[in-house]
């Protein structure tokens, strides 16, 4: 966009150029402008329309909308036996009926401007009561967890297995885990229970007992578990429908066990499925190395070690890196060190080459 004043003074230059003898073409080239809208711009100043930008497209539209259709479009949208219905629905059934025939733009831009593209009837607005969890920062393990149920193929169609998972935030850890034939609050009773007892969470006071997050399922809000928590004093923070982001680590967890480069992709039977994970849990609780916690195990993370372990990484990696700057000062700048003095430094350096955790 170009100002009115600005295509004012780019055409006096243009016209004292010409008179120069500069062609108007050439002084376009010169200016890097397009020639056309110096042309458009000399045609619209000869006609004494001015060089202001106007609003494109025509001023009275003649397809515009009628009063009596807008108001039929919104009596029909504000009807009881019409709630439910999305705004192209709402179009083709006015288009049955004879009310009114408009397109589905049309009819969206007019409920729109009238707040009706929200849930209408009955139900009404959503009642704003789902909030994401209030996720407090954490800096230790079982202070926040976090569980979910995922599917487990098995070969006969439409047959799953269940797989309930209990994951500790801060380290990553898996608490408890089991497999089963149902989905039901009584396998996660037994899930939750079992991982307070690995962890003795109940020897702890009750304001340092972690708080659960998980999402809106029947398991998870079923009275059993619900008056569980309630009894041992262990908040219980829900998801939001539909949002993974809410309770991200449990998600990540099934997506790392599930894209294993062993992981099956079908069982045949609970059996196969629990002796398949309780090799699986045991590699990722002691021997993966999480990116998420500076890539040190769940294990390691859980009892402690990470900082110690991530500051001992650094300090070897300087050490090694100011050996490698010292021999190669000595192979390359000082050449009148002696053979066996560089062999030293040598031998110092590859000593700290592999680095023992």
């Not at 000869?46 to 009063?67: E, N, Q």
């Not at 009955?122 to 979910?148: M, T, V």
């Not at 899930?191 to 690995?198: A, I, K």
């Not at 001992?312 to 090694?320: F, I, S, V």
Request: charged share 30%; with cysteine; aromatic share 10%.
């Amino acid at each position: 966009m170009v100002s009115e004043e600005r295509k004012a003074e780019i055409l006096d230059l243009i016209s004292e150029a010409k008179i120069k003898g500069i062609s108007v073409r050439k002084s376009c080239i010169i200016m890097r402008i397009n020639r056309r809208r110096v042309l458009r711009w000399q045609d619209r100043k000869r006609r004494g329309h001015g060089l202001k930008d106007l609003k494109p497209g025509p001023k009275k539209v003649l397809h515009a909308l009628l009063p009596v259709e807008r108001e039929k479009i919104l009596n029909m949208a504000k009807k009881e036996e019409y709630a439910d219905l999305s705004h192209r629905i709402l179009t083709v059934t006015a288009w049955d009926r004879g009310e009114f025939f408009t397109s589905f733009t049309t009819v969206y831009r007019v409920l729109r401007s009238q707040g009706l593209t929200i849930a209408r009837g009955i139900y009404g607005a959503h009642n704003g009561r789902s909030l994401p969890p209030k996720r407090e920062k954490i800096n230790g393990p079982n202070q926040r967890w976090c569980w979910d149920i995922s599917y487990l193929p098995t070969y006969e169609k439409y047959i799953f297995l269940y797989l309930y998972l209990l994951l500790d935030e801060y380290s990553r850890k898996i608490i408890n885990w089991l497999v089963s034939w149902h989905q039901n609050s009584q396998e996660s009773k037994f899930l939750l229970e079992e991982g307070l007892m690995n962890e003795n969470i109940l020897d702890l006071p009750e304001d340092n007992r972690p708080c659960i997050i998980n999402d809106r399922g029947s398991q998870m809000k079923a009275k059993t578990i619900k008056r569980m928590f309630e009894t041992h004093q262990m908040p219980q923070l829900f998801s939001r429908p539909r949002t993974p982001n809410d309770n991200p680590f449990i998600e990540s967890a099934f997506s790392t066990i599930k894209r294993a480069p062993s992981y099956p992709g079908t069982f045949r039977d609970r059996e196969e499925a629990v002796c398949y994970f309780k090799k699986y849990f045991n590699w990722y609780n002691t021997e993966h190395y999480h990116c998420g916690i500076d890539y040190v195990t769940p294990d390691q993370a859980h009892m402690g070690l990470r900082n110690e372990i991530v500051s001992q990484r650094k300090e070897k990696l300087l050490n090694q890196r100011i050996l490698r700057k010292e021999v190669n000062q000595n192979l390359y700048n000082l050449p009148k060190k002696t053979e066996s003095e560089i062999i030293s430094l040598t031998n110092r350096s590859q000593s700290y080459s592999v680095i023992h955790l």
